[in-house]
């Protein structure tokens, strides 16, 4: 009698354990999915037969800036100390921010870069820093990179496990005429001294690249292909005299610039022997101040848009023979600087996924978002160093999405923005969902493709229920072929230009010491239909989707 009534008592509460995790696993994806507006079915398919393309490992990369405080668009001031010369870099939720990825790469660099000089052990010359003078080039003096700033870099990178890339100065001992034509050959005396004292040091360097946005038509200053094709010959000698005997050496990148088709093309049959990544950049959306920012990112035929540029970047690389890969080496989205509560708010999640998503797809082997800090655009705050919302999408991203890209399309509405990569050191699927509707929620199935035995495609649908509660929910193990996990976000109170972040309906923070918030998941039924909520992004984890791709 008193073990049947232990044992009753066992089951009684086995069953209210069931319902506390059913029922707070419900209440926070109802949170994140929550509508009064239109619902709708669509069906995305993945071809699973082959990877289309791939990325690095790490794919996530950051910017650090050399825009000082004086940095100043359309009358506002949004740099503060978020610069390479000032940055705190002993800021907890800094370090913990970068520590996350593990490691996250940093492209050091942009606009100033080439204004830069780099103090010499042991000489005497004052190494002073940017000052703001309309009157010179950029409207800003020369500035001095400090060797002991150049000690404190390499130490955060260090203790971060950060990857670097550096910029290095193009314009050094070169003049500029008046209608922006750089003359004479690249003067590489300064950065040899740097590079030298950097080996010296035994710090790690990933990269190494030459100018910023000096390629094509520039902005301010331009080079030939053919003279910035001889200077890139000067630096891999550089490299490889330097590094003799290395048995991992920096990677050479170029240019660093807008894509031109034409420039490109004969700046990358200059250099197959000498060029290892070919960069370029995005800032597709327009300047910081234009007032119809959000527009452009909502509209999918505007997003669109920029699929020229990577399609072309790729077909010329595959034609040419070269063994370089592409980068895009700084993305804004907004130039000068971004717009506040639009590139550091919510809403840039949409454009900043689609980016990483469609790049991918292209064969970019890494994306470097500028910035990590500073300017309008952080992916961490100026001022708090709090993540924005873009931070915690790119870190998902890292966590979740592997190097191999499929083949994905969907159909439904083309409100829909559509992903899918093998699930990163882990089987399965990873899928990545954008909605940029602000009104309808979207009911997902899920179809499969793979080449038999007999070289048909066969088609799969993965997800057959068409049932739209969530009664299978809970925070149990994913192990489990038959569930996926889902990783909801929106933004807080539904307000798209929102700096908060929810994730399956809680708000992500960092605690008192800085630390990163861990992502949990909500573990649904593979055979449910994955629910998009408007104005919201999902990744869905699927580890028992078997494709052959990623097996």
């Not at 093998?422 to 969902?433: A, D, E, K, Q």
């Not at 972040?501 to 630390?515: E, F, K």
Request: glycine share 10%; hydrophobic share 35%; charged share 15%.
């Amino acid at each position: 009698m008193y073990c049947g009534m232990a044992s009753l008592l066992v089951l009684v509460g086995l069953g209210v354990l069931v319902f506390w995790v059913h029922h707070n696993s419900s209440s926070a994806l109802s949170q994140s999915t929550e509508t009064s507006g239109d619902v709708l079915s669509g069906t995305v398919f993945i071809n699973g037969t082959a990877s289309i393309a791939k990325t690095d490992d790490d794919y996530i990369c950051a910017t650090l800036d050399w825009w000082p405080p004086e940095k100043c668009d359309y009358g506002t001031c949004s740099w503060g100390r978020a610069t390479l010369l000032t940055l705190d870099l002993t800021d907890p939720i800094l370090i913990n921010a970068v520590k996350a990825f593990s490691p996250l790469r940093i492209r050091m660099g942009g606009t100033l870069q080439d204004k830069v000089v780099y103090e010499i052990q042991g000489d005497q010359t004052p190494c002073n820093i940017f000052t703001k003078n309309s009157s010179e080039f950029l409207g800003f003096s020369q500035g001095c990179l400090p060797l002991a700033r150049w000690d404190e870099l390499n130490s955060f990178c260090k203790q971060t496990g950060a990857a670097v890339t550096f910029g290095l100065n193009a314009l050094y001992g070169r003049t500029i005429g008046s209608d922006g034509s750089v003359n004479g050959p690249w003067n590489s005396s300064n950065a040899e001294s740097l590079i030298r004292y950097t080996v010296n040091k035994g710090y790690s360097i990933l990269g190494l690249e030459l100018g910023n946005e000096l390629s094509g038509n520039g902005v301010g200053a331009r080079v030939s292909a053919d003279q910035y094709a001889s200077d890139i010959k000067t630096l891999q000698g550089l490299v490889e005299d330097i590094y003799a005997g290395f048995e991992v050496k920096p990677l050479v990148l170029a240019p660093g610039g807008f894509f031109d088709a034409n420039w490109f093309a004969d700046f990358v049959n200059q250099t197959s022997q000498t060029l290892q990544v070919v960069t370029h950049h995005i800032y597709n959306l327009g300047p910081g101040v234009d007032d119809h920012l959000i527009q452009k990112i909502l509209d999918p035929s505007y997003l669109d848009g920029e699929l020229q540029t990577f399609s072309s970047l790729q077909t010329l690389l595959k034609n040419s023979g070269t063994s370089a890969v592409a980068w895009v080496g700084e993305a804004g989205g907004a130039y000068n600087s971004g717009r506040n509560l639009v590139t550091n708010s919510f809403v840039f999640s949409f454009w900043y996924l689609d980016q990483l998503g469609m790049a991918a797809t292209y064969n970019t082997k890494t994306y470097c978002r500028q910035t990590l800090i500073g300017g309008n655009y952080g992916l961490l705050d100026t001022q708090t160093f709090l993540p924005n919302p873009d931070y915690y999408s790119a870190l998902l991203w890292h966590k979740l999405m592997g190097s191999e890209v499929l083949l994905t399309s969907f159909s439904g509405t083309d409100k829909i923005r559509a992903y899918a990569h093998c699930s990163r050191n882990s089987p399965g699927v990873t899928l990545l969902l954008i909605n940029l509707d602000s009104n309808t929620t979207v009911q997902v199935h899920v179809s499969t493709g793979n080449v038999t035995s007999n070289g048909t495609l066969s088609l799969k649908q993965e997800s057959q229920n068409h049932r739209t509660k969530f009664a299978r929910m809970s925070r149990g193990s994913s192990k489990d072929g038959h569930i996926r996990e889902e990783y909801h976000l929106t933004a807080q109170e539904g307000n798209i230009q929102s700096q908060v972040l929810l994730l399956n309906g809680q708000v992500l923070n960092t605690d008192s010491s800085g630390i990163i918030p861990s992502f949990d998941p909500i573990n649904v039924s593979h055979s449910d239909p994955i629910t998009v909520a408007p104005f919201s992004v999902v990744f869905a984890r699927i580890p028992g989707m078997n494709v052959t791709a990623c097996t």
